[in-house]
């Protein structure tokens, strides 16, 4: 297999300083969903290392803090790395601060030399969104044209912007209770998209439906949804969390991300832990989908189901989109020497 990228090629002795502003100039969603798409086929063809997501858990602060290290290989370039990664609800209230933020260490694998040290705040947002679309790609009909969001936080923003790269999408219909969150997202978009308020029914009808919100008690069932609408469950990211009714993951086709995450703490969790789901109703990981189609095609014509509790090697897929176009554009960036 090969290695020749540029990152592990390049001796260096210093790190970059990536801010939040730069991981969002320079994160193109056009270049990120190849890339994620390129991390979830190295995985499923072992190329990949990623022990399992770890959890410092915080009751008392109504958060906590999770750990996310990994290499990726695929035929063109490697990556290692961490993301120290926190999730704080009532941050936005609080703290004026996001509910979700990041740092992450971009490391070159033959060294271990710390290559950059970047914000992982957006890129954990745009990330998550690319994954998405990734499985919208692979689950979602052809000619998907409506999409539902249900939830306007901030994931939302990026769920459209990805979906739409490879979906002609040119109807969204969102669902929140905060009416000002809805008319943030509605300014946002709708020069570029016919973009209505909706039920949660309404929104979950569409071609494709991305479910990005905390909820414990589920919110989307079976009658909800349409004959072939793929949906990407995207909230979920803990114990109790669910977004779908059990009957709807059972039914449909369902394809996760990684059987222990999701297990633990993704959309199925909590019918796994009651015993109302089994790894029978599991059809198939997204690297599998990625790299050969085991449905060959026929399962987009009925419900899908993307279960994503968000992978190490989304976020190293991420970085290194980020750190290379940062080198091609010659930013002038905060450099700290830290080697010879």
Known sequence: ?????????????????????????????????????????????????????????????????????????????????????????????????????GTLVYTDPRSGFPLAVMDATTLTMKRTGAAAAVATDHLAVPDASTLGIVGAGV??????????????IDTVVVSDPDDDRLARFVEAFENDFDVRTGTVAEAASCDVLSTVTPVESPIVSVDDLGDHTHVNAM????????????????????????????????????????????????????????????????????????DSTGLAIQDLAAARVVYHSLDDAGSDLELVATGR
């Open 235 to 306: 909230g979920a990211d803990a114990e109790g969390k669910q977004e779908l009714q059990t009957e709807v993951v059972r039914e449909a086709t369902l394809v996760i991300d990684d059987f222990e995450q999701t297990t633990h703490s993704g959309e199925i969790n909590v019918p796994w832990r009651t015993e109302r789901l089994d790894r029978r109703d599991i059809d198939a990981e997204l690297g599998e989908v990625v790299d050969h189609d085991p449905f060959g095609g026929d399962v987009r014509a009925g419900v899908t189901v993307f």
């Open 1 to 101: 297999m090969s290695t020749t990228d540029d990152t592990t090629e390049r001796s260096t002795t210093r790190t970059t300083i990536v801010s939040s502003r730069d991981v969002e100039a320079h994160l193109d969603m056009g270049d990120l969903v190849p890339a994620v798409e390129a991390a979830f086929a190295a995985y499923e063809n072992g190329t990949a290392q990623m022990p399992p997501k770890s959890y410092v858990d915080l009751p008392q602060y109504d958060g906590d803090f999770r750990s996310m290290p990994a290499y990726l290989e695929t035929d063109d370039w490697q990556a290692a790395g961490i993301k120290w990664v926190n999730v704080h609800p009532d941050n936005p209230s609080q703290f004026d601060l996001p509910t979700v933020m």
């Open 155 to 168: 994931q939302s923003y990026s769920q459209l912007e990805a979906i739409a790269e490879v979906r002609p």
